[in-house]
């Protein structure tokens, strides 16, 4: 059973940056989509970004803009998310989750990933 754990949040000034690890255990990481999705207080879930499993194709929601950068590293079971010029809308938990159903999955919603991490909080405030 693949589980995942997400790293790395924490508390930043608008405009600064941080970058979150999303590290797989019990399964290789690398049969799988991986997404990004994040949950503001009082709001839905909304996904920030996706990836393949060879990295060949990426996908961001409109709001990344060029700021966060999704990566992925197989050897190591790890993900990456790299946000850059943060905003304090940005604040919320982030969650990455895996997905198996290439085709589902590259419509980055979280209807379409099966295995999930317990978040990791970010928040973006002076």
């Known amino acids: 059973q693949l589980q995942l754990v997400e790293s790395g949040g924490g508390m930043v000034q608008p405009g600064g940056s941080l970058t979150l690890s999303c590290a797989a255990s019990?399964?290789?990481?690398?049969?799988?989509?991986i997404g990004w999705f994040r949950q503001a207080p009082g709001k839905g879930r909304e996904g920030v970004s996706c990836?393949?499993?060879?990295?060949?194709?990426?996908a961001y929601s409109d709001f990344v803009n060029g700021r966060f950068i999704i990566s992925r590293d197989n050897a190591q079971n790890t993900v990456y998310l790299h946000m850059n010029t943060l905003k304090p809308e940005d604040t919320g938990v982030y969650f990455c989750?895996?997905?198996?159903?290439?085709?589902?999955?590259?419509?980055?919603?979280?209807?379409?990933?099966?295995?999930w991490g317990q978040g990791t909080q970010v928040t973006v405030s002076s």
């Open positions: 989750a895996a997905s198996s159903r290439s085709a589902d999955a590259r419509l980055c919603r979280g209807d379409s990933y099966d295995f």
């Open positions: 019990g399964s290789g990481l690398s049969y799988y989509h």
């Open positions: 990836i393949s499993p060879s990295s060949g194709w990426i």
